[in-house]
């Protein structure tokens, strides 16, 4: 079982910055490839990025390609989410998820095991 808490979110003007975070419990967190997705109101949750158990890996949506960053400590348990340059329509709740066996299909909710509550984050514009 693996529990997933993430903070960092809040409100943000247009181009400005925010790193969010997404703190495990368990030991085996580094066994675990990990997620952000967002959900904006009255939107479908959408994938936002990932990362390999390795850390060697990184995918990204198109929509946040060049502005944001997923980066991975595994001894703090701990998964990043970057985001620089930020525009109105990344305002969403930010959730992280674990998924538990292999690095593949990371772009697919259904393939995730674990998610936290979701921090919201609001850009202004």
């Known amino acids: 079982q693996v529990q997933l808490v993430e903070s960092g979110g809040g409100l943000v003007q247009a181009g400005g910055s925010l790193r969010l975070s997404c703190a495990a419990s368990?030991?085996?967190?580094?066994?675990?490839?990990m997620g952000w997705f967002r959900q904006a109101p009255g939107k479908e949750r959408e994938f936002v990025a990932a990362?390999?158990?390795?850390?060697?890996?990184?995918y990204y949506a198109d929509s946040v390609k060049g502005r944001f960053t997923i980066s991975r400590d595994n001894a703090k348990n701990t998964v990043y989410l970057q985001m620089n340059s930020l525009k109105p329509e990344d305002t969403a709740v930010y959730y992280c998820?674990?998924?538990?066996?292999?690095?593949?299909?990371?772009?697919?909710?259904?393939?995730?095991?674990?998610w936290g509550q979701g921090t919201q984050v609001t850009v202004s514009s």
């Open positions: 990362i390999s158990w390795s850390g060697d890996s990184t």
């Open positions: 998820a674990a998924k538990e066996l292999g690095d593949y299909g990371l772009a697919l909710q259904y393939e995730y095991d674990y």
């Open positions: 368990g030991r085996t967190f580094s066994r675990y490839a």
